[in-house]
C-alpha cells in the first residue's frame, strides 16, 4: 500500500482514552493533527485535549462506524481493544499499527510463539488450560515460575508466582479457569525497554534502551541510559527492529527485555507508547508520542536523540500530591479525577547532561 | 493577597484563541489543569486542544461573567483584550498578570512613560495627536525615526518610518489620524529579548536573553545564547525584574531590548507568553507556557535553565508546508485553516549541545 501523508489538519481516532490517548493527542496538537478519542468509561481523561470524544462500548458497531468515518487515520492506545472493534473500524479507516501487532499482544501465548518463530529468546514456556496441563508444564520448566493469563494481564495482574511445586494448585485458582502460559523464572540482572518505531516507508528508528524498576508488578523508574553494554543496547535495538519488520508494523513499539548473563531474553513487546518511554518526553527534541503521529499519519520519522540523560519516575496514587512541588523535573499530570492507590497518577522525569 | 495554590484539576480561563492560547493549553494540560477558551472569532485554533470554547465578543458581558463564573484563574494571550472585558471578570476570577500590566502594554505612550518611570532606558519619544505635534515631535526627535499608533500596532502594523522631515506628512496620514508615538531611532547593535516569570510569591526567573531577528516587522528567528557579553546578558533579565517587580507581576512577560554601545535600551514589553521564547520549548524542561500556568495557578516557579543551545525559525504561510520534513528539530503547528502569506502557522525549534 503507497503510504500517504496526511497533512496537519487531519483527523486521528484513538482508540481508548486514558493518558497514553491524552499524551498522543497532545504530541498530535503539536503537528497540527486533531484527535477523536473513543473510549467506553465515563470522563476519560483524553477527553480534556481532544477536539472530539465518543462514548461508547467497544461493541457498539453503529458508534465505532461513525467514529472511523470522522477520521483518516485510527490507533489505540491499549493492546486490549477487542479485534472485533479493530475490524469494525478498519473497513473505513487504516488502522496503524494492524491488526496482526494487536493479535500477537493480546495473547500471551501468540505472543511467545511469534518471538520464537521471529529467532528471538523468550523465557521457556508451555500452555496452560487446567491443572493437569499445569502439572505437565511445571514438570518441563520447573520452579520457580511464573503463571500467567494469556490476555488481560497487565501491572502484574493475572499472574501468581510458583515458588514450589505445592503452589501450583494456588496459582491455578488465582487464574479463575482462565487459559493461561507458565513462564520459567529467568534470572535476569536487569530489565530494560526499548521504544522504536517504525514508517510507513518501513523505516525504523530507536530511542535509547533505558532500564525499568518495578515495584509491586507496576513501573516504577526507568533510567537512561541503561548500565549496560554498548554492544548490548544495540542488540536490544536490533531486536525490536525485527520486531517491527516481522509485524509489518507502522507505529512505536515498546519491547520489554531482560538482560541475562547469556544474552537478552524478550519479556514482551506493547503495540503502542509505552510507559517506560515517557522519559523522551524530556530528553529528546522529539517524543515518542510525536515518532507515532509521525509514522501513522505516514510523516518521515524524526530523530529520536537523546539530549540529556533522565530519570523518570511514576507517580502512584497521593504522589501526584508532590507534582506541585517538582520545580526542577519535567512533571505530566494526566488529569484523573481520583488518586486511587496504585493508579498511575502521572510523572516526573528529571534530566542530566549526557553522561 | 494570601495566593491560593491552585490543584491540577483547577480551570483556566484564556482570553484569546489564537496559537499562543493553544500553546498554554497545551501546557497547561500537561500539569493537569483544564481549559476554557474565550475567543470572539470562529474557529480559533486554541478550541482543538481546550476542554471549554466560549465565542462570544469581548462586549458580551454575559458571555464574560459566565465564562468567568466557570474558571479559577483567568489569563490572557493577547495584550489587546479591551480594559472593560478585564474588568468585567476580574470580579467574578482573579486575572493574571493583572489589569496595570495591560494598561501599560496597550498603550506604546504610556509604556514608554512606565518604563522612564521605573528608571529604565527608552528611545526617545513624543506624543503625537496631529501634525503640529508631529512637527514639534520631529523638531526635538529628529530623523531618522519612527512613528507609531499608540494602540493595536503588532508585528510592524500600525508603523511609519521617518527617514526625513519630508517624509513626515505621509507618515501623520498612514496613522488615519491615531493617537501617536514618534520614537527616535535606536542605532543597535541587535535585538535581544528576555522572557521572565513572576511568581505569586514574588520570585522571579528568567530565561537566557535570545537574538532576535525580524524580517517585514515579524519575528523570523531567535537564537540561543545571544552573542552578548555575560553582564549583557545579567543587566538584560535584571531589566525584566525591575519590570516585572514594578507591575507586580504574575506570569510570564516578554521583554525586548535593543543591545547598543551605550548600554541596553528597552523597546517594548508584551505581558503575556511571547514569540521569542518558542525556543523554551525546545531546548528547557520547563518552557515559557508552563511556567506561566505554574505562575498564575500559585505552583512554584520552575528551573528555567536549559539543556542546548536553540534557533527558533517562525513559519509563515505556505512556509508551514515545509514542517513536516523538519525531521530533526522540533515543529510546532498551530493548526489554522488557512497559510495566508505572512500569517504565523507555526514555529521549528532546532537545538545543540550547550556551547
Known sequence: MAFEVLPSGSRIGILGGGQLGRMLALAAARLGMRCHVFEPAADPCACQVAERVTRAAYDDVAALRAFAASVDVITYEFENVPLAAIDAVAEIAPVRPGRRALESAQDRLAEKDFLRATGLETAP??????????????????????????????????QARIMAPGDAAAAWASMAGAPSVLEGFIDFEREISVIAARGGDGAVVAFDPGENVHRDGILHTTTIPA????STAQDAVLIAGQILNALDYVGVIGVELFVTRSGLVVNEFAPRVHNSGHWTQGACLID???????????????????????????????????????????VHVYGKPEPRPGRKMGHVTRIAPRG
Open 227 to 230: 548500565a549496560i553494554k554498548a
Open 288 to 330: 515518542q508520542f510525536e515518532q507515532h503521529v509521525r509514522a501513522i499519519c505516514g510523516w518521515p520519522l524524526g530523530d529520536g536523540a537523546r539530549h540529556s540523560d533522565a530519570v523518570m519516575t511514576n507517580l502512584l496514587g497521593d504522589e501526584i500530591l508532590g507534582a506541585v512541588d517538582a520545580t526542577s523535573a519535567a
Open 125 to 158: 514456556y508451555a500452555s496452560v488450560r487446567n491443572a493437569d496441563t499445569l502439572h505437565e508444564a511445571l514438570a518441563g520448566i520447573g520452579t520457580p515460575s511464573i503463571l500467567k493469563t494469556r490476555r488481560l494481564g497487565y501491572d502484574g495482574k493475572g
